[in-house]
């Protein structure tokens, strides 16, 4: 009875995070990628990171601490770190609120702007895709304004993301009923095909997105983004401190084309961030412009 007292508290101890721990993978997931964990977040790290000790063989969070700095393996554990740390909830058409006045003003007026520009281009960044239901919803909508003309349209959405493991999905384009939870039905007839029992996004829609990784931190990284009339950034920006936000805010303005939207989360907030937008409140809904 006594020992296994005593393995019961030794594991315990063995992966609960030290305060120095915790500081030092607080502040290597900051450096490596933006996202800021605060102290009061402690437990949601440790809990989150537990499967990988086990998983590695590791004995404390010190140890997989050195295994992101040092060992053979860490680009890989590192694209497995990104996935721990962020959440990845999300499905299609969500937020029908936002999406409908994404549709109804801010797709139509890019498209009439740039028809009468003469110029049949139009570019959409969504920075931050997860599993690919954002974009590929943002695809549907083109679709669904530009109706017989899409052949003409030179459209191009880039969708990126931090993690490798959530691009794989969105690449494969394969979705669970729940994913299409609040999708309209003939959205669902028009542009899925059923296989065993769950639903593949049609090939001609996935031919409008390109999926690669990016990292929002790397300014670098995001000066290579072509300019865009639209970019796409919900629910990313709660994972940053003030300092973090207000630099990819700025990298956004940068990208996008004169008279160019920002979307981003409906319980997020340009306020103290950013005065270079333009805000525009709808019923449901902020769109933020950068003014020409």
Not at 181 to 208: C, H, S, W
Not at 222 to 245: A, G, P, Q, T, W
Not at 252 to 268: A, K, M, Q, V
Request: net charge positive; proline share 3%.
């Amino acid at each position: 009875m006594a020992s296994l007292f005593t393995k019961t508290i030794s594991l315990k101890k063995e992966f609960t995070i030290e305060p120095e721990e915790f500081a030092q993978l607080r502040d290597f997931i900051y450096a490596q990628s933006g996202i800021y964990i605060a102290d009061n977040r402690k437990y949601l790290l440790e809990n989150r990171l537990r499967n990988r000790l086990k998983q590695l063989n590791l004995k404390s969070f010190g140890e997989y601490y050195y295994y992101l700095q040092y060992d053979a393996g860490r680009k890989q554990e590192l694209n497995r770190l990104f996935e721990v740390v962020t959440t990845n909830e999300t499905s299609f058409f969500r937020n029908p609120p936002q999406l409908k006045v994404f549709q109804d003003h801010v797709l139509r007026e890019v498209v009439e702007a740039q028809r009468k520009a003469g110029d049949r281009r139009i570019r959409i960044w969504s920075a931050g895709c997860s599993t690919g239901e954002e974009p590929y919803t943002m695809a549907i909508q083109l679709c669904e304004v530009l109706g017989a003309e899409l052949p003409g349209w030179n459209v191009r959405i880039t969708a990126n993301d931090l993690s490798e493991g959530v691009l794989a999905s969105a690449r494969r384009g394969v979705y669970t009923e729940y994913a299409l939870r609040t999708t309209p039905p003939e959205m669902i007839r028009k542009y899925f095909v059923q296989t065993d029992g769950n639903y593949a996004v049609r090939e001609d829609l996935k031919k409008l997105i390109s999926f690669g990784q990016i990292n929002l931190s790397d300014r670098m990284q995001l000066k290579r983004v072509e300019r865009s009339h639209i970019v796409f950034c919900r629910n990313v920006i709660i994972y940053f401190d003030d300092e973090m936000k207000k630099r990819v805010i700025s990298s956004f303005y940068d990208n996008l084309l004169p008279g160019g939207y920002l979307l981003i989360g409906h319980s997020e907030s340009l306020h103290n961030i950013s005065r270079a937008f333009k805000p525009t409140h709808y019923p449901g809904a902020i769109i933020y412009r950068k003014e020409e």
